[in-house]
T-cell receptor, first 117, second 111 residues
Framework: GAVVSQHPSRVICKSGTSVKIECRSLDFQATTMFWYRQFPKKSLMLMATSNEGSKATYEQGVEKDKFLINHASLTLSTLTVTSAHPEDSSFYIC?????????????FGPGTRLTVL | EDQVTQSPEALRLQEGESSSLNCSYTVSGLRGLFWYRQDPGKGPEFLFTLYSAGEEKEKERLKATLTKKESFLHITAPKPEDSATYLCAVQKVPAGTALIFGKGTTLSVSS
């Protein structure tokens, strides 16, 4: 299947600093990518939709000034958590839709574990 | 309100003991239903996409089925390596929109 990568896989930062997470589609182009957040033993919750060439769209309750999204190219989207606080600690996962053959799906990255001290 | 509910929350099986996981959904404008496997600390791994009631798909010991209200993931003769959290998600029309996930079923298979 298609591959989506994320970097870094783990990051620990101090409260008040900013953290950038990269999401790349390695073998296909993605005009849209999605950013999800997952708390322990909880489901994936959509945070925002990243659109190449236009502004991201955010889900209700997600602070757009805190979670900055930039879709720099057809294979790269970045999520920057600004002025991170301990409550931002979570597992962040990106996905990209893929259509091939007679099916379509969304491929997910391996996730980034953010810990804010 | 769109909703995806998975049951049971957790399931313990002996190796070789077949069972089924359930995913019931309420969504307006369903385009597809997806099944993923997620191992601890990793991103979801794609298993199946189902589009219409009556559709079935198989992969090794897994078989997914779809009705108008629910989907089942049947696991035949499971092995310890099948232990994981299985996530169900729905996608609304149009194609390429974000997925709405259930909370998952955590499967443990012991030898």
């Amino acid at each position: 299947g298609a591959v989506v990568s994320q970097h870094p896989s783990r990051v620990i930062c101090k409260s008040g600093t900013s953290v950038k997470i990269e999401c790349r589609s390695l073998d296909f182009q993605a005009t849209t990518m999605f950013w999800y957040r997952q708390f322990p033993k909880k489901s994936l919750m959509l945070m925002a939709t990243s659109n190449e060439g236009s502004k991201a769209t955010y889900e209700q309750g997600v602070e757009k000034d805190k979670f900055l999204i930039n879709h720099a190219s057809l294979t790269l989207s970045t999520l920057t958590v600004t002025s991170a606080h301990p409550e931002d600690s979570s597992f962040y996962i990106c996905s990209a839709p893929w259509t091939g053959g007679n099916t379509d799906t969304q491929y997910f990255g391996p996730g980034t574990r953010l810990t804010v001290l | 309100e769109d909703q995806v509910t998975q049951s049971p929350e957790a399931l313990r099986l002996q190796e070789g003991e077949s069972s089924s996981l359930n995913c019931s959904y309420t969504v307006s404008g369903l385009r597809g239903l997806f099944w993923y496997r997620q191992d601890p600390g990793k991103g979801p791994e794609f298993l199946f996409t189902l589009y219409s009631a009556g559709e079935e798909k198989e992969k090794e010991r897994l078989k997914a089925t779809l009705t108008k209200k629910e989907s089942f993931l049947h696991i035949t003769a499971p092995k310890p390596e099948d232990s994981a959290t299985y996530l169900c998600a729905v996608q609304k029309v149009p194609a390429g929109t974000a997925l709405i996930f259930g909370k998952g079923t955590t499967l443990s298979v012991s030898s």
